[in-house]
Antibody
Framework: QVQLVESGGGVVRPGRSLRLSCTASGFTFSSYGMHWVRQVPGKGLEWVAV????????YYGDSVKGRFTISRDNSKNTLYLEMNSLRAEDTAVYYC?????????????????WGRGTLVTVSS | DIVMTQSPDSLAVSLGERATINCKSS????????????LAWYQQKPGQPPKLLIY???TRESGVPERFSGGGSGTDFTLTISSLQAEDVAVYYCQQYDTAPVTFGQGTRLEIK
């Protein structure tokens, strides 16, 4: 079954860290770019980060740059998001999503598979 | 960043009638080298993740009903549902993936009149 399953969400205090995971199954994980997208409950979608299929390139949204780190382990079919210095405004459902890759970019493609998300709440 | 603006913010349509959602980008998402518009549409139902409906502005994703269609080019795009069904109640988002960072429209909530 082709799917993505996120885990690792929870309640964390401001300034602390949290690591999210996204486990892929049913497809060749190492062939796809992978993204994190977040959504404040009841609000819109905000792209967070992308990692190339081979891990060679990573890009971040301005709101998380310098605080969050995206990584992947293709041997474990798993994507990660290490979140440091968390703020109240990071509270959201975090989705992982996959995109295809062109010859030069894993960025310029639509997101054809999404996980169900994991809720991160940053609160004192 | 490319700003994606959807209209209307919410829409109520009778069952069986046509629903049209608009999406405007602050700059063109048409890549001239391959003549593709880097624009996708997603559907999100309550408690669910977004689901891809349309990509390259007008290509329907496998399994998506034919009543969903996408059109437009450059900076102006539309998502049309030709005959609204009850299961189409959702929030719809457009997304550009032409220029970093990927950006989404604010969403359009579609309801039954």
């Amino acid at each position: 079954q082709v799917q993505l399953v996120e885990s690792g969400g929870g309640v964390v205090r401001p300034g602390r860290s949290l690591r999210l995971s996204c486990t892929a199954s049913g497809f060749t994980f190492s062939s796809y770019g992978m993204h994190w997208v977040r959504q404040v409950p009841g609000k819109g979608l905000e792209w967070v980060a992308v990692i190339w299929h081979d891990g060679s390139k990573k890009y971040y949204g301005d709101s998380v740059k310098g605080r969050f780190t995206i990584s992947r382990d293709n041997s474990k079919n798993t994507l990660y998001l290490e979140m440091n210095s968390l703020r109240a405004e990071d509270t959201a459902v975090y989705y992982c999503a996959r995109s295809g890759c062109s010859k030069t970019s894993c960025y310029t493609r639509h997101f054809d598979l999404w996980g169900r998300g994991t809720l991160v709440t940053v609160s004192s | 960043d490319i700003v994606m603006t959807q209209s209307p913010d919410s829409l109520a349509v009778s069952l069986g009638e046509r629903a049209t959602i608009n999406c405007k980008s602050s700059q063109s998402v048409l890549y001239s080298a391959n003549n593709k518009n880097y624009l996708a549409w997603y559907q999100q139902k309550p408690g669910q993740p977004p689901k891809l409906l349309i990509y390259w502005a007008s290509t329907r994703e496998s399994g998506v009903p034919e009543r969903f269609s996408g059109g437009g080019s450059g900076t102006d795009f539309t998502l049309t549902i030709s005959s609204l069904q009850a299961e189409d109640v959702a929030v719809y988002y457009c997304q550009q993936y032409d220029t970093a960072p990927v950006t989404f429209g604010q969403g359009t909530r579609l309801e039954i009149k």
